[in-house]
């Protein structure tokens, strides 16, 4: 069964869950921020394990369900936690999910994620508009055959982040009293922490967050012609920025603490992206 058939087969089981009108938004929620869909009304939840070809996720934060509701009066699909490339998955594997977002039909995907600070006017609990990324984790979810079903051979990333939703994202957090930064996100493969000097050369290179996900879903939902906005919560200073040892417990902690205003954020800013004409 190839690619394209593995995700028709996702798609009519979502629908068989949650039959209603097809989702216009989709977001994918990264550790610790996975409560943002619980504000969906009339939610339908699907575990991971009841979708064929889904990922499942074995790092604590991500749940693990998949989330369809409506969000201020549009309908939408949420992602509880997603799987990365070091857990064992392929880098294909690891952007299936995001890939049946876009099928399901959502025209704009946010993806979210929680991030080390290396910008150094960045402290924990900050939230950053992404602006552009650097793929520094040596994996692309194209390699290998293209399906012209799903999209070109060779898709341009020039507007990997599209420029009106980071101005949209903006306005709403001006009105929702929601401060943002904004910068490049960087992804390492992971599982490690960078190394101090890893984190000195990103930053020489442009980068103001670093991660271990997000960009094999962006490269996919461009791909397939989708438009996408990132947010990172920066739930820890990078590496040989602060003064104490890196653990997913201080990642976990600092995107709870956070919840509440990135939820405020989400909340107005689904709804509005939802009626933007690109």
């Known amino acids: 069964m190839d690619l394209y058939e593995r995700l028709q087969e996702t798609v009519r089981a979502i629908r068989q869950h949650a039959p209603g009108p097809a ?6 929620l990264g550790s610790g921020l996975g409560g943002f869909a619980d504000r969906f009304t009339d939610p339908v939840s699907i575990p991971y394990t009841d979708l064929p070809h889904f990922p499942r996720s074995s790092v604590p934060g991500h749940a693990g369900r998949l989330v369809l509701g409506s969000i201020g009066g549009v309908r939408a699909v949420a992602m509880q936690g997603r799987a990365h490339a070091y857990e064992g998955y392929t880098s294909e594997q690891v952007a299936f999910p995001a890939r049946v977002l876009c099928a399901l039909g959502v025209r704009v995907l946010v993806v979210t994620n929680a991030a080390g600070g290396v910008n150094l006017g960045f402290r924990p609990g900050d939230l950053m508009v992404i602006t552009d990324h650097l793929n520094l984790s040596g994996l692309n979810p194209l390699i290998g055959p293209n399906d012209d079903r799903l999209g070109p051979r060779f898709p341009d990333m020039s507007v990997a982040y599209h420029f009106a ?6 306005e709403v957090s001006q009105r929702v009293g ?11 493969a992971g599982p490690t922490y960078e190394t101090p000097a890893e984190i000195r050369m990103v930053r020489t290179l442009g980068a103001d967050a670093v991660g271990m996900s997000t960009v ?5 939902a461009r791909h397939m012609g989708v438009h996408v906005a990132g947010v990172s919560c920066i739930t820890n200073l990078a590496a040989g920025i602060g003064d104490k040892p890196l653990s997913h417990e201080e990642v976990a902690e600092t995107a709870s603490r956070v919840t509440e205003a990135f939820s405020r954020l989400l909340e107005e800013f689904l709804p509005a992206a939802a009626g933007l004409r690109f």
Do not use: T
Not at 23 to 28: A, F, L
């Open 23 to 28: 989702p216009v938004v989709g977001i994918i």
């Open 216 to 220: 094999p879903e962006v490269i996919v």
């Open 178 to 188: 929601v401060p943002l930064k904004e910068g490049v996100y960087a992804q390492f």
């Open 165 to 170: 939703l980071r101005e949209l994202l903006a």
